[in-house]
């Protein structure tokens, strides 16, 4: 399921809230960057979300994320 980032993270708090071992250095999510729900937590208050470089796929961060700074993205059927 996808969700979008209602609010910015900037550099400090990409790099603090960020789970992975190798963060990459200088990292902003900006509002409106698109991201992967991964986990959720605390009856729904707090989720794992991932958000990944477009061009190769590699997941650039991974964090907890509360609701009040996401957006939850209805699923779309693709068409076949």
Request: charged share 25%.
């Amino acid at each position: 399921m996808k969700v979008c980032l209602k609010v910015p993270l900037n550099e400090f708090e990409c790099a603090r809230r960020n789970a992975l071992s190798e963060k990459p250095p200088h990292l902003v999510l900006q509002e409106g960057t698109m991201g992967t729900l991964v986990e959720i937590f605390d009856n729904g208050e707090s989720y794992m979300v991932e958000f990944d470089d477009q061009e190769t796929g590699r997941c650039l961060w991974l964090g907890l994320l509360r609701l009040t700074e996401i957006k939850i993205m209805p699923d779309v059927a693709q068409a076949a």
